[in-house]
């Protein structure tokens, strides 16, 4: 029975073992492929979609990543109220692990949908640091918003809306649509 306890108490500390090892390796932008470059949601009467030009985008290249919304229900068309844009786009660099904000101003705006023609918005460059962040994200962040493109790097692009509709007596009907996509920068 002690035997049988301690070929257990090896095995265990052998996985154990072999999982840490895995864990603490580190990933390279080779480590990551694109699997999705476009998302498509529905909810009620609006479509999202998330999408990029390319897979894959040289540094310095200008990245073509866009959010739309369609309105396919069955008035002409809708009123949807919003903060500066109805779009916002996190990003994170996956090889780095470093997330990119996403400011934005918040007035409420309408703007009027017509049935069957989508609203697409480019993505704009966004982010910042802060005096406690580390030397490595400040420089990250200072390329990221300051060259043409993105740096090198595996960008998993977490999209989202938030808007509304007045639906008579002041009922306010609420869409958070979101999707996910992801780009690759390599030289």
């Known amino acids: 029975m002690k035997k049988l ?7 265990m500390v052998a996985l154990i073992g072999c999982g840490t090892e895995k864990e603490t390796r580190s990933s390279t932008l080779d480590d990551y492929e694109v699997t999705n470059k476009n998302a498509e949601i529905m909810e009620g009467d609006f479509v999202y979609r ?5 897979r894959v985008y040289e540094p310095n290249e200008e990245i073509q990543v866009y959010g739309e919304i369609e309105y396919v229900g069955e008035e002409e068309e809708v009123v949807i109220y919003h ?6 786009f996190i990003i994170t660099e996956e090889v780095r692990g470093y997330e990119i904000d996403y400011a934005m101003d918040t007035p409420l705006i309408g703007t009027t949908l017509k049935r069957g023609e989508p609203l697409v918005e480019p993505y704009r ?13 400040v420089e990250f962040i200072k390329e990221f918003l300051h060259k043409e493109g993105f740096p090198s790097g595996f960008y998993t692009i977490n999209g989202f809306t938030d808007f509304y509709v007045e639906k008579g007596n002041h009922i306010k009907e609420e869409y958070k649509m979101e999707a996910q996509i992801n780009i690759k ?3």
Do not use: R, T
């Open 5 to 11: 306890f301690c070929i257990i108490i090896v095995i």
């Open 50 to 54: 998330l999408y990029s030009k390319e």
């Open 83 to 88: 903060a500066a844009s109805p779009f916002y």
């Open 125 to 137: 460059k966004s982010g910042g640091y802060s005096d406690q962040s580390e030397k490595e994200f």
């Open 185 to 187: 920068v390599s030289n």
